[in-house]
C-alpha cells in the first residue's frame, strides 16, 4: 500500500519563468486560482507567489528541461505541487526547507521527471515527506540531499540515486510499493536512523558506488511483495542491528558484486546478514560479511579475521585506508574497503593485490595505499592502462586527502557524469575535449599527463619555473607540451623512459599514476 502524505494545503510554488515556456501541465495554485492556466498570469500575480517563497526560485527553460536556481529558503509551510508532462524534466538546484512539520514539502503528478542535482536540497526539520510522486513521475536524486527528520524522504515508484544523500532520521528514506516499483541506487548514500527500512520497495538495483545503510535498528533494505527482486552487482549495503537484505516469500536476491554487511555471527545461509522467508540468494560474487560486535572487541590486528565471519571466498580482514579504521576485502575482482566507527585497527597494512605490480613500483603502491590515495577500485592490476576517469580518481583522492577539504566546483559533460571527472575538471585540473565530452574511457598520454601534473601542482599553490626539456624525441611532442614537458623534468616529477626519451605518445598504467602522485607530494613537501 502507497504511502499517502498529502496536506489539505497545496499552495503551489510558481517557477515563473519556465512556466512560460508550456513545460508543465496546468498547476493549481491557490484555492481561488485552481483552474488557471499559468501560462497565461501576470507580472503582478506572478510576484505575489514569488513573494510566498521569499522571492527565491527563478528557473529557465532549455528544451524540454526546466533548471530551478535561485537563492535558498528554509521557511516554507506549504506544499509545492508540480504537474509534470511526460518527456520533461525538472532539475532542482536550491534548497527549499520546513522547520516544522509538513504532510508534504513537493507533490509530482504527471508522467515526467523531477531531478535534485548539486546545491539542490528538499528537507524537512520534523516530520513528513520531502518528494512525493505519483505512479508516472520519475524522481532522480545525482546531488545534493533530500532529507525528512520523521517521515519518508522520497515516495515514489520511479527513484533513481546517482549522487547526493538521501536521508530520514526515523522514518523510510525511500518508499516505493506500488505495483513494479523499482529503485536503482548507483552512487550516493541513502540513510535511515530510527527502526523503518532505509529503502522498501518492491524492485531495488544496487550497482557502482551507491551506498544504503541503516544506522538505526531497521533493515537497510526490504524487498516485500510477491516475485520482488534485490540486485547487487555494486556498491555497499549495511545494516548495524537489522538485516542488511530482508524479502517476503518467491522474492530472488542476486548478488554479484558489493559489500552486503550486518553486525552478528552467522553467515551461514546468510542468517544475520540476508534474511529471506524462502529460498537462499543467488551468489555470484560480491563479498558477504558480519561482525560480532557483542564480543566487546574494539581494536584488531591488520590483517586478521577476529570476530569477522563471511560467507565469500576470498580476503576479508581488519585493515586500515589512510586513517580509517575497518574490513578490507578481496573477493575474485570485487576489491574495497568497509570503514567502521569506534574501531581501531593496528600494525602494518599491506596494500592489496602488491603481486600485480611491477617490483619497481610496490614501495611506490604501498606508500601511496597507506596514505589513503589510492581509491578501492584501483587497488589491483597496476600494470594496466590507467583511463582518463581513472586518474581522475586518484588526482581527486590525493587532492581532498592531502588538503583536507573536499572539491566542490563542478564540470559538466554530455558523456560522464563521473563524479571525479566533474570535480578536477571543476578545479580546471584537467579539460574536455573541446565539444563537450571528456570521454572517460580513453586515455592520457605522457604529453598531456605532463600538462596536467603542472596544473595539478598549480591547484596545491605550486608553481613550477619556466625550462625548457632536454630529451632527444621532443620532436615528437606537440609544440603546445613541450614547455610543460621542461616544467616537470626540470623539477624532477616525471622522467624519461631510458636513452634519453620521454615518449610523449605512450600512455601510462597505474602503477605509473601512482608513483606519479607521490612525486607530486614530494615536491609540495619539498616547498
Known sequence: MKIKTRGNK??????????????????????SAANVNVSILDGDYVDEIKTKVQNAIDASSSGDTVTVIGNDCDQIGDTMSLNIKAGVTVVWKIGY???????????????????????????IHDNGTAIEGDSGVTVIVNGGTVSTGDGVAICADNIEVSGGVVHSNEGYAIYAMGMGATVTVSGGTVT??????????????????????????????NSMGKFSTVTVSGGTVSAKTGKAIMCDDDNTVLLSGGFVFAYGTDTTEYGDVIAMFS????????????????????????GTTDDLATHSSGTVQWGRNGDQSGISYSVGGNIGFFPISGVSVTGPVQAPNLDS?????RSAIQEAFSLGYIPESLQSDYTATITRAEYCAIAVRFYETFMGKAITIFADFSDTNDVNVRKLAGIEVVIGNGDGTFSPNGVFTREQMAVITVRLLQALGISL???????SDMDQAETWARSYIGQVQAAGVMSGVGDNRFDPKSNL???????????????????
Open 97 to 123: 526547507g520546513c522547520p516544522i512539520s509538513v504532510d508534504c514539502l513537493v507533490n509530482l503528478t504527471g508522467d515526467g521527471t523531477f531531478e535534485v542535482a548539486d546545491g539542490g536540497a528538499l528537507m
Open 10 to 31: 497545496l499552495v503551489s510554488t510558481l517557477l515563473a519563468i519556465a512556466l512560460v515556456f508550456g513545460l508543465f501541465a496546468t498547476v493549481p495554485l491557490t484555492a
Open 192 to 221: 535511515t536512523g530510527g527502526e523503518k527500512p532505509t529503502i522498501y520497495s518492491r524492485h531495488i538495483n544496487m550497482s557502482n558506488d551507491g551506498i544504503v545503510e541503516a544506522t538505526g535498528s531497521g533493515n537497510a533494505i
Open 279 to 302: 529460498g537462499v540468494p543467488a551468489v555470484t560474487g560480491g563479498t558477504i560479511c558480519a561482525w560480532n560486535k557483542d564480543a566487546g572487541n574494539t581494536s584488531y590486528p591488520a
Open 357 to 361: 605490480a611491477d617490483n619497481w613500483a
Open 509 to 527: 598504467d597505474r602503477q605509473s599514476a601512482i608513483m606519479l602522485t607521490l612525486n607530486i607530494l614530494m615536491m609540495h613537501d619539498a616547498k
Open 465 to 471: 619555473p619556466a625550462a625548457n626539456p632536454t630529451f
